[in-house]
């Protein structure tokens, strides 16, 4: 297990997106927040800004919906050519046709669950997944304050991907910070987001090597890196 930083765009300047992805050229992924106003009460953006950054930048898209009805939208951001594609357990109804879909565009496929949705009956899809994301504040917006309470999560969800042979990563997002990314790394997290973090710093680029070094000394992702 690597530590991988995903910079979240959404604190980036939305005007100028592909300047944003060029600043973080020591990204493992940019991280893509496609919000609807309904999952989430904000708007942010579709699959033709996907696209557009498709072209803008060499970093693999980790594109994160935050919509309803995710079955019917998800798999056109996998055929488009987003690296990875997570919907919301919340909001699916057919998750593994989904999932399969998204797989078989060539795409990794994530699993997102909020602070409040609990991992156990999730455990049988673990074998439809790439990567599992537990959000650290609730969704909708950038800058909040980290979930302490999501922590014990991140440990049971290490245990349950660990007891099915470790292949998935866990990804951590919301309130992600150079004070709160050891917390997360220590409970078992190995893919990190971080939007504020990355793109509310004078250099994004030192931000994300920041980031990359303070997980890497801590828990099994460093242990192991
Ligand atoms: C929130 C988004 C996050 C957000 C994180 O709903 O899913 O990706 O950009 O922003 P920070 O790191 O500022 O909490
Ligand atoms: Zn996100």
Not at 13 to 41: K, S, T, Y
Request: charged share 20%.
């Amino acid at each position: 297990m690597a530590v991988q930083i995903s910079p979240s765009i959404l604190s980036a300047d939305f005007a100028r997106l592909a300047e944003a992805a060029a600043a973080v050229p020591n990204a493992d992924w940019l991280h893509v927040d496609v919000m609807d106003n309904h999952f989430v009460p904000n708007l942010t953006l579709g699959l033709p800004v996907v696209e557009s950054l498709l072209k803008a930048t060499s970093l693999p898209l980790d594109c994160h919906l935050m919509i309803e009805d995710p079955d019917r939208w998800a798999p056109a951001y996998a055929e488009a050519g987003a690296g990875s594609v997570t919907i919301h357990a919340e909001a699916a109804k057919a998750p593994v046709r989904t999932l399969r879909e998204i797989r078989s565009a060539g795409a990794r496929a994530g699993l997102a669950l909020n602070p409040a949705t609990p991992v156990e009956p999730y455990e049988d899809l673990l074998g439809e997944i790439d990567m599992l994301l537990l959000m650290t504040v609730e969704p909708g917006f950038g800058g909040q304050r980290f979930l302490d309470m999501v922590l014990p999560k991140i440990r049971r969800s290490r245990e349950l991907i660990d007891a099915h042979g470790g292949r998935l990563w866990l990804q951590v997002d919301g309130g992600v910070s150079e004070s709160t990314i050891e917390r997360c790394a220590e409970a078992g997290a190995d893919v990190f987001v971080a939007g504020n973090a990355v793109y509310g710093a004078d250099d994004p680029a030192h931000a994300v090597d920041v980031l990359r070094s303070v997980a890497a000394k801590t828990g099994p992702a460093g242990e192991n890196a």
